[in-house]
Nanobody, 123 residues
Framework: VQLQASGGGLVQAGGSLRLSCVAS????????MGWFRQAPGKEREKVAFITSGGSTYYADSVKGRFTTSRNNANKTVYLQMNNLKPEDTAAYYC??????????????????WGQGTLVTVSS
């Protein structure tokens, strides 16, 4: 599975961005796709995930501001980020795995990772 992420950029606090991630290659009927992020000098953290069944999971820090969705036909997952804050500044990484249960696990290791896309929120 190859993942291609896009949509990062520079935005002012309170603004919005939408990230996209397209999966290609040998994909699976059951899967979880989502996003991690890592800010400079900080640990990588989970952001949002969606399963092939449509279940979604969010980090507490983004609940109510971020929404993840998917288009199965296009093998694409989206992350709509609203009301962005400077603390959302990070490299965002798309992930994919054929075990949807990993979305609920605290320290799951995902099999496939895309390149990071940088989100910068200015104050």
């Amino acid at each position: 599975v190859q993942l291609q992420a896009s949509g990062g950029g520079l935005v002012q606090a309170g603004g919005s961005l939408r990230l996209s991630c397209v999966a290609s290659g040998r994909t699976f009927a059951r899967y979880v796709m989502g996003w991690f992020r890592q800010a400079p000098g900080k640990e990588r953290e989970k952001v949002a995930f969606i399963t092939s069944g449509g279940s979604t999971y969010y980090a507490d820090s983004v609940k109510g501001r971020f929404t993840t969705s998917r288009n199965n036909a296009n093998k694409t997952v989206y992350l709509q980020m609203n009301n962005l804050k400077p603390e959302d500044t990070a490299a965002y990484y798309c992930v994919y795995d054929n075990n949807p249960l990993k979305a609920t696990m605290t320290r799951a290791k995902y099999d496939y990772w895309g390149q990071g896309t940088l989100v910068t929120v200015s104050s």
